[in-house]
């Protein structure tokens, strides 16, 4: 892989995997989460990963 695509692929990986976990958790019909403490670092670390996501895209269109 190129340098600057493997962190790529990490963050796809990344807020895949944790994205699905956040979703396993919410309640729909409550609007409730099951741990609360857990969820809020699947939230972060979902934010995260796809920050880096855009970033990186938005970068590779300015140039």
């Given at each position: 892989?190129?340098?600057?695509?493997?962190?790529?692929?990490?963050?796809?990986?990344?807020?895949?995997?944790?994205?699905?976990?956040?979703?396993?958790?919410?309640?729909?019909?409550?609007f409730?989460?099951?741990?609360?403490?857990?969820?809020?670092?699947?939230?972060?670390?979902?934010?995260?990963?796809?920050?880096?996501?855009?970033?990186?895209?938005?970068?590779?269109?300015?140039?």
């Open positions: 892989m190129e340098k600057g695509k493997a962190p790529v692929f990490t963050m796809w990986i990344v807020a895949l995997i944790v994205g699905a976990a956040l979703y396993k958790q919410i309640d729909f019909k409550t409730t989460v099951e741990k609360q403490a857990l969820s809020a670092l699947y939230a972060v670390t979902f934010i995260f990963a796809v920050g880096v996501l855009i970033r990186h895209y938005t970068k590779k269109t300015e140039k």
